[in-house]
C-alpha cells in the first residue's frame, strides 16, 4: 500500500505559477513511475504529466507541454508538479498517482495504469 498526499493548490491569477507537490509513503517510492492527472467539473480526469522511477524521463499531457515540469527526489519521496503561465483552463483538481509497475511511454498518459492514487488537490485560476 502507497500513501499520497497532494499539497501546494490555491488560488493562482492568469500568467502566474504554482508548483503541486506529493508526498508518499508506505513502499519504495523510487520503484513507482509516478503521475499527475486533474480533473474540472464535468470533465473526464485528464492527464497532466509522468516521471520514470530515476527522474530522467517525463512526459506531459498536451495541454501543460511547455509550461510546466514534473520532478521527483526519491530520497524524500516526494514527487512535484511546476505549472507556469497559468490560465482558468487550468482550474481543476489535481491529482498524484503511483504505478507500481513502473510503465513508460503511452501507458503513464492511462489513469488506468496507476494503482495509487491521493485526494487531490484544488488549484484555482481566475481570470
Known amino acids: 500500500q502507497v500513501q499520497l498526499v497532494e499539497s501546494g493548490g490555491g488560488l493562482v491569477r492568469t500568467g502566474g505559477s504554482l508548483r503541486l507537490s506529493c508526498a508518499a509513503s508506505g513502499r519504495t517510492f523510487s520503484a513507482y513511475t509516478m503521475g499527475w492527472f486533474r480533473q474540472a467539473p464535468g470533465k473526464e480526469r485528464e492527464f497532466v504529466a509522468a516521471i520514470n522511477t530515476s527522474g530522467g524521463i517525463a512526459y506531459y499531457g498536451d495541454s501543460v507541454r511547455g509550461r510546466s515540469t514534473i520532478s521527483r527526489d526519491n530520497a524524500k519521496e516526494m514527487v512535484y508538479l511546476e505549472l507556469n503561465r497559468m490560465n482558468p483552463d487550468d482550474t481543476a483538481n489535481y491529482y498524484c498517482?503511483?504505478?507500481?509497475?513502473?510503465?513508460?511511454?503511452?501507458?503513464?498518459?492511462?489513469?488506468?495504469?496507476?494503482?495509487?492514487w491521493g485526494q487531490g488537490t484544488q488549484v484555482t485560476v481566475s481570470s
Open positions: 498517482a503511483a504505478d507500481p509497475l513502473a510503465r513508460l511511454g503511452a501507458a503513464t498518459r492511462a489513469a488506468g495504469s496507476y494503482t495509487y
